[in-house]
């Protein structure tokens, strides 16, 4: 293992233990660091002890580097891998297995941390057959949201991908922001050419109930929809779920052919147990997605597949189990399912 990969691997345990940014931006710093140094010269500073005297090498990262150099087992990776793993009940691994790809990632087109191929190659890792690349929309400037522009760039860096990663598939899509009269952040002509759209709410949280509920029923009812995103917007310990009416939501959801996301992200594990149980009553479609921000958030969706496990999720009901070819016919509505 060289340098550059123990420390990208440092960075993938510590993002997918959700370590305190600090910690992750410094090995991140780190890396880029070893990445632009020759390997020589990182060899020669490792012998003499001066590692940390390049700006962004720190007395950890310098460690890792000498011990990849060194070619024996780099001590602080061999903790973060036995430590950081993502728990998966016997239950949920039912679920895991039947995964053929994740609807919901990012990249560092807008907020996530590492490149397309990067996510890519991981989800191959992972034994993912496609993956959907959902950076945000324009409305979320705070994340860099994609303008029509750049969405365009975006396509066409993504059809050079998959030429190269087949058979993996990287799927086109986007996540929009659902505006607060229930309209989408991209236009039709956009939304149309994309392989799925996820639709979520990201402002005005705390808006009323009733035009909550309104705002979200518009949204899940637009035809080029096709999940809605982590719908109560809670953040556990930090921030309470939005006030809206579930029953329209998912009656809306199962009527328009819209999924309802289970959101795997450890700080919104998002719809609550209760509303999950609600959506299957109503006959909803579910996605068990990531919603990663970085390759080591890939691994998270074992907590969605062991929270669809304990509330009953059929798994026949859960789109990323299709096949590439079956799901983009499931968002077009010609595949027979109901």
């Given amino acids: 293992m060289t340098p550059v990969e123990a420390l990208e691997r440092v ?44 700006d962004g090498i720190g007395d950890s990262s310098a460690t890792v580097i000498q011990q990849a150099l060194a070619g024996g087992a780099v001590a602080y990776l061999t903790e973060l891998e036995g430590k950081t793993q993502v728990p998966l009940t016997d239950a949920g691994a039912v679920y895991r ?31 993912h057959e496609y993956m959907v690349l959902t950076d945000h929309s324009p409305r979320l400037t705070v994340a860099h949201g994609l303008s029509v522009e750049r969405l365009e760039q975006q396509l066409a860096d993504v059809a050079v991908l998959n030429e190269q990663l087949a058979p993996f598939r990287i ?14 952040d991209h ?9 799925m759209v996820i639709a ?35 953040m556990i310990g930090k921030r309470d779920p939005s006030s809206f009416d579930p029953d329209y939501v998912f009656a809306a959801c199962a009527h328009f052919h819209t999924a309802v996301e289970i959101n795997c992200r450890p700080e919104r594990l998002d719809p609550p147990r209760d509303l999950l149980k609600m959506a ?42 299709f096949t590439a070819d079956r799901l983009l016919a499931w968002t077009r509505g010609d595949d027979g399912a109901e």
């Fill in 200 to 234: 979520s709410v990201h402002s005005k949280l705390r808006m009323a109930g009733k035009e909550m509920t309104e705002r979200m029923v518009r949204a899940v009812a637009n035809p080029h929809v096709d999940v809605l995103g982590h719908c109560t917007g809670r």
């Fill in 11 to 54: 960075v993938h345990c510590l993002d997918r233990a959700h370590e305190s940014g600090f910690k992750t931006k410094a090995f991140v710093r780190a890396l880029d660091v070893a990445r632009a140094t020759p390997a020589d010269e990182l060899a020669e500073r490792a012998a003499a002890g001066t590692l940390t005297d390049l």
């Fill in 171 to 184: 799927l086109t899509g986007i996540e929009v922001d659902i505006l607060e009269d229930g309209t989408l």
């Fill in 97 to 127: 297995q039947a995964l053929k790809g994740d609807l919901h990632l990012h990249s560092r087109w807008s907020d996530g941390g590492a490149t397309i191929e990067a996510m890519a190659r991981t989800a191959i890792a992972l034994g």
């Fill in 280 to 321: 299957i009553d109503y006959g909803c479609w579910f996605s068990i997605d990531s919603d990663a921000h970085s390759t080591g958030q890939l691994e998270w969706q074992p907590l969605g597949c062991n929270r669809a496990a304990e509330v009953g999720v059929p798994l026949d009901r859960v789109i990323n189990t």
């Fill in 187 to 195: 236009g039709d002509d956009m939304l149309s050419r994309l392989d």
